[in-house]
């Protein structure tokens, strides 16, 4: 690409194109006013005027965008000759394409350009006529692309290539979600991160079941006060999240000032949690679905108030329930039920399945949702009871298995199985007994 000229002498259409004037050492001095790519200044159409390609110039180290002119009027003739000077002016943020016209006389100077010009060519003006070519002299002080840009707003389509940077100075953290860092893909200038230390997360939506004629939506909740709240880039899709109350709030009038709403002591629902809710929390109370441990946890008291709560045995199937917690507090099993059992039979040996198993003491390790309390009672006092692994290998009759991401993996020992062995055991004891007594007899 072309750039700063001083024709020779023989080269110049005129002896006054070929003398450097002192402009030309200004412009050669000024290292943080520059051209970066296009902005050429070709003939006009018709008339005296000049045509100027679209580009990008830096104005005090700062890359702006210059927008493309078909047609730029010069400076009316005079009655002597001189020379126009193209430049591409800094004002309030954005770049304008504007003539400068020098002095005139037998021996014509350029003239005087301000600190947030970039010189783009010098056009000597021997009538009002349209400039030949010959008569535009190329000043523009080409310098390399970099890829660390720095601009006032967002880049625009036609500034820098692929794989550049771009950061917006004219950014704050608390004036807009704009990111002030972009990264030049495809043609396309792409934000790597928004920010706002007064972010709005969406709107929160309190829909007060039961009496509360008088309650409405809670308006948007902003950050401010809210303790635990993020401090590098982030980004926010703005969703809505619907929170249902139910109970005696009769007179709570919005969801940010219910300080008068009485407890929701009959509340039954409080909408569903699944596997998406990721709480992973520190400290404090929570329900929720750990990524620590692949599984839904509870920190804190957890309380059955209903006596329609139904828990379904791990590695079952279908909706019969087979564990409810009856009015008086009492767990009860529902699968003990002829009705919901097939392929009834008595059990010829339990001795035989008993003697295999391998009872153990050991302690428990530490998980990630124990208190400091659990922690302890864990690693210090002892437990007995069976090792999962040992009774796969001895009686994989007596396991529940959970089907996994990894595959079908043992979980625990069914305790129901084991009494049901115990008392065939027993049985069979008893009745060698009986024999014994009988012979001895």
Known sequence: ???????????????????????????????????????????????????????????????????????????????????????????????????????????????????NDVVLAAVWRPANTTPTTTMIVDKRLMIPATPNRVASGSPSVGTGSNGETYVNSSWTADATLAGPLSVKVGGTWYQLARYSSNFTAGTITATLNGNASTATNASAVPWTGVTGKPTDFVYNNGGTYGI?????????????????????????????????????????????????????SVQGNFRVTSVNFYATGIGTTGSSANMRVLADGRIAYNASLRSLKDNIADIEDGLSVINLLRPRT?????????????????????????????????????????????????????TNDMIALLTKSVQQLSARLDALEAGNG
């Not at 000759?81 to 591409?88: E, G, L, M, Q, S």
């Not at 990630?368 to 006092?381: F, G, K, L, Q, S």
């Not at 959970?402 to 043992?410: D, M, R």
């Open 1 to 115: 690409m072309a750039g700063f000229t001083i024709p020779n002498t023989p080269d110049a259409y005129n002896q006054n194109q070929a003398e450097p004037d002192s402009l030309d050492f200004q412009i050669l001095g000024n290292q943080t006013n520059a051209v970066v790519t296009g902005a050429e200044v070709t003939p006009g159409p018709s008339g005296a005027t000049v045509a100027v390609s679209a580009g990008e110039v830096i104005v005090g180290g700062v890359h702006y965008s210059v927008t493309a002119s078909a047609s730029l009027a010069l400076t009316t003739y005079a009655s002597s000759p001189f020379f126009d000077i193209v430049v591409a002016r800094l004002s309030s943020g954005s770049i304008s394409l504007v003539v400068l016209a020098g002095t005139s006389g037998a021996n014509p100077v350029y003239p005087t350009i301000t600190a």
């Open 362 to 414: 050991f302690t428990l390790k530490p998980q990630p949702t124990d208190t400091a309390v659990d922690v302890y009672i864990r690693e210090n006092v002892p437990y007995f009871g069976f090792i999962v692994d040992e009774i796969a290998q001895d009686a994989p009759q007596l396991l529940d298995y959970l089907n996994t991401p990894s595959g079908v993996s043992p979980i625990m020992w069914k």
């Open 244 to 296: 249902n109350i139910t109970g005696n709030a009769a007179t709570a009038t919005s969801a940010t000032s219910a300080t008068s709403a009485t407890s929701a002591t009959d509340s039954v629902t409080a909408d569903y949690l699944n596997g998406g809710t990721n709480v992973d929390p520190i400290g404090g109370d929570y329900i929720g679905y750990s990524n620590n441990f692949g599984g839904w």
